[in-house]
């Protein structure tokens, strides 16, 4: 069965560095997304992106990050400086381009800014 | 703009019996609702969905939930619970015409054998 992966399981960073956490979306799916989820809070949207540009935006998703579909697989959430506050379970998920179509979700990547 | 309450954060049953998983919803639309599944160190599994079509919506695993318009009610149940049951559920809801899913907050199933 078709699985959405995300690389790397944990990224350690200090705070002011840019990181890029990686998602491979399932490959026939047109529409991605970022989501994540800070400790003991509610999973929260960050962005869709389809036909290769935003489709839709969170007020979290602000001047910091940005994401990108570099090649005709992997999909990928840039932070340009950390941020202590980052520190959160970053979700990827795709699904297809119909209103009704179920978001499918990768594991996750825990990112812990130090 | 639309929301979720998941009333308990933590059930615990014992095998065999049943689960109920409550959940309310707030929307200014007729929403979409779904009910997502997390074990330990896995993503987000969809376990169903309700779309506007029938109210009583079966999922995998032999989960269901009813639709409530009149309650404004999704509640999550399974007639016997077991063991491989026990994860964090959460009820999730998506405005019309949009993409994002609001989830709630978790309630995490405990099985007891």
Redesign the interface.
């Known amino acids: 069965e078709p ?2 992966t995300q690389t790397p399981s944990h990224q350690v960073t200090q705070m002011g560095q840019e990181v890029i956490l990686r998602c491979v979306p399932i490959s026939n799916h047109l ?1 991605f ?1 970022w ?1 994540r989820q800070i400790l003991g ?5 960050l962005v ?1 992106f389809y036909n290769n540009e935003i ?2 935006k ?1 007020e979290i998703f602000d001047d910091q990050f940005s994401v990108e579909r570099p090649d005709g697989s992997n999909f990928t959430l840039k932070i340009r400086s950390t941020k202590l506050e980052d520190s959160a379970m970053y ?1 990827c ?1 795709s ?1 297809e381009a119909g ?2 179509y ?7 990547t825990r990112l812990t800014v130090t | 703009a639309q929301s979720v309450t998941q009333l308990d954060s933590h059930v615990s049953v014992s095998e065999g019996t049943p689960v109920l998983l409550r959940c309310n919803y707030s929307s200014s639309y007729s929403p ?1 609702l ?1 009910w ?1 599944v997390q074990h330990p ?6 376990l169903l ?1 309700y ?1 506007s079509a029938a109210t009583l919506v079966k999922g995998i695993n032999g989960f269901e939930a009813e639709f409530k318009k009149s309650e404004t009610s999704f509640h999550l149940t399974k007639p016997s619970a077991h063991m491989s049951d026990a994860a964090e559920y ?1 009820c999730v809801v998506r405005g019309p ?10 309630t995490r199933l405990q099985v007891q054998p």
Do not use: D, H
């Open positions: 699985e959405v529409y997304y989501y809070q509610k999973v929260e949207f869709s489709s839709e969170s979700f998920a699904s209103a009704t179920e978001q499918y979700f990768g594991p996750g | 979409s779904f997502y160190n896995k993503g987000l599994q969809l969905k779309t959460f015409g949009r993409r994002a899913l609001t989830f709630g907050s978790g």
